[in-house]
């Protein structure tokens, strides 16, 4: 389990998104309502994949419009965003109705393993987000973690202490 969460907010660029993706060498990034906090996405660097030399202007988007256009929902077609369009939500600020149509896929600190496990198997995730009180990240789960801790070798037994004469 991952302490930190890098998480970008919703309103910064796609392409600045990305670019601290790779200075931090992370494979993804929650996406946060600017002003909440909470956790509304997820920007991986599968979301770059098939994207077109025609398609880079859509780099310059929000990455929350970004994430909408690239996952094929309905609040801002690719030729409108091309063309300058903006998403009605992204201008009014409401991140969250947005990216309604792409949840996160997350737990709170207080569910179990268990849960956790579930939603992995079940969905097929590679990671689920861990969300405090508030809705904000607050630490995020990975396939591989869940595997180290399961594969983790037990702890070696002391040697016996020495026969005192």
């Known amino acids: 389990m991952q302490g930190k969460v890098f998480s970008v907010q919703a309103s910064m660029t796609a392409l600045e998104a990305l670019s601290q993706m790779a200075r931090d060498h992370k494979s993804c990034m929650g996406i946060t309502d600017p002003q909440t906090g909470q956790l509304l996405g997820n920007i991986s660097v599968s979301d770059l994949r098939g ?34 369009k903006r998403a009605e939500a992204a201008t009014s600020g409401n ?48 396939l591989t973690d869940v595997l180290r801790l399961i594969t983790r070798p037990a702890a070696p037994t002391p040697p016996p202490a020495p026969a005192q004469e």
Do not use: N, Q
């Open 95 to 142: 991140w969250a109705k947005l990216l309604s149509g792409a949840p996160v896929v997350s737990v709170r600190i207080t569910d179990t393993l268990e849960a956790v496990l579930e939603l992995l198997a079940v969905r097929g995730l590679h990671r689920v987000y861990v969300v405090d009180d508030k809705g904000g990240p607050a630490s995020i789960i990975t």
């Open 51 to 84: 994207l077109s030399v025609d398609e880079f202007g859509l780099l310059l988007l929000s990455v929350g419009e970004y994430v909408a256009v690239r996952r094929g929902l309905p609040v801002l077609s690719k030729a409108d965003a091309l063309a300058g």
